[in-house]
């Protein structure tokens, strides 16, 4: 396990909040074709794109840096509306993961990608989340472990430098969220516990970092995304299509939204929360939803993208 990076908080000064988000950028797997009869995939690249907020419309692709054929479908966003965390894909026959940061002029127009460079290689086949940290220097991501349990990295974006946590106790961690003040990251177990990492003791000890559980969940429903309020007092999840939130320092949570989506729509909902605490946005079939966290109104645009539109899984999206 890496443990290269002596400091995995992030305690430099918070990119500066903006909204209502004027952008948002989506990222999918690429499409995947059996011609004929063939039992052989064929892939077709697809790369990121950036979206007018306010009517989704398709305004530029993001360039693949070298060595990243095709978008993956995970993005993390900053809380500045410019700032972008992107998974990326590279060649089919030995598919591998990898990161690359962006960042979007005032017109939306997306500058050059910068690949992050891990100084400790992890081959990455699968990942379950990305979070950007605050200030934007550390990217935290997910992984199952090989052999049973999951792994939280925290990677360094300016070094490559990474510090790990495992555990054997979960198979799955999910809903990644940096604390404003860097200095810990929300996450969920399983899918069942919200939970809180404290990112001093990580790098004091790696086996004693224990999550602290701030809420265990009942009942069918599970969550999958979550996000820190802007003053880092509580938390913003998805139970089911009910977004809630509860106080960090545990407590009764408090409804905030409850999304109606039509028929087939995931039970589970994942979203990203704009940097002013404001704005909640998912994706389903081609559509993005706003939802406005003060009195929980709705509204929906559809996505449009530049390369074969509604084809292939739909995109994932962060602002």
């Avoid at 555990?167 to 604390?179: E, K, P, Q």
């Avoid at 860097?182 to 224990?210: K, P, W």
């Avoid at 998805?238 to 320092?249: K, L």
Wanted: proline share 9%; hydrophobic share 40%.
């Amino acid at each position: 396990m890496a443990t290269s990076l002596a400091e995995p908080m992030a305690t430099g000064a918070p990119l500066t909040a903006t909204g209502p988000p004027r952008f948002f950028v989506s990222a999918r797997t690429p499409l995947t074709y059996f011609p004929g009869r063939s039992k052989t995939a064929v892939f077709t690249p697809v790369p990121p794109a950036v979206h007018n907020a306010e009517t989704g419309a398709f305004i530029a692709n993001i360039p693949l840096p070298p060595g990243v054929e095709s978008s993956w479908h995970l993005v993390a966003a900053a809380r500045d509306n410019r700032t972008f965390a992107i998974a990326g894909w590279s060649e089919p026959n030995k598919p591998e993961i990898r990161f690359f940061l962006v960042r979007l002029g005032e017109d939306g127009r997306p500058g050059k990608p910068v690949v992050i460079t891990q100084t400790d290689p992890d081959f990455l086949t699968m990942v379950y989340d990305l979070a950007l940290s605050a200030d934007g220097t550390r990217l935290a991501y997910s992984t199952p472990l090989i052999g049973g349990g999951a792994k939280i990295s925290v990677l360094d974006v300016a070094t490559g430098r990474r510090r790990d946590w495992k555990t054997a106790a979960y198979w799955m961690v999910t809903g990644l969220s940096w604390a404003p003040d860097g200095r810990s990251l929300a996450c969920v177990l399983n899918g069942r516990a919200i939970a809180l990492l404290d990112l001093a003791r990580l790098a004091a000890d790696q086996e004693g970092a224990a999550p602290r559980i701030i809420k265990n969940v009942t009942g069918v429903m599970q969550i999958e995304s979550m996000a820190h309020t802007p003053d880092g007092s509580a938390l913003i999840y998805a139970s089911g299509h009910t977004v809630e939130r509860v106080p960090v320092a545990g407590g009764p949570t408090r409804v905030l939204a409850r999304p109606e989506l039509p028929p087939g729509a995931s039970l589970t909902l994942r979203f990203s929360v704009d940097g002013t605490g404001e704005h909640l946005l998912y994706v389903h079939d081609w559509r993005a939803y706003r939802v406005d966290l003060a009195d929980g109104a709705i509204d929906s645009v559809p996505i449009t993208v530049d390369q074969r539109p509604g084809e292939g899984d739909p995109p994932r999206a962060a602002w």
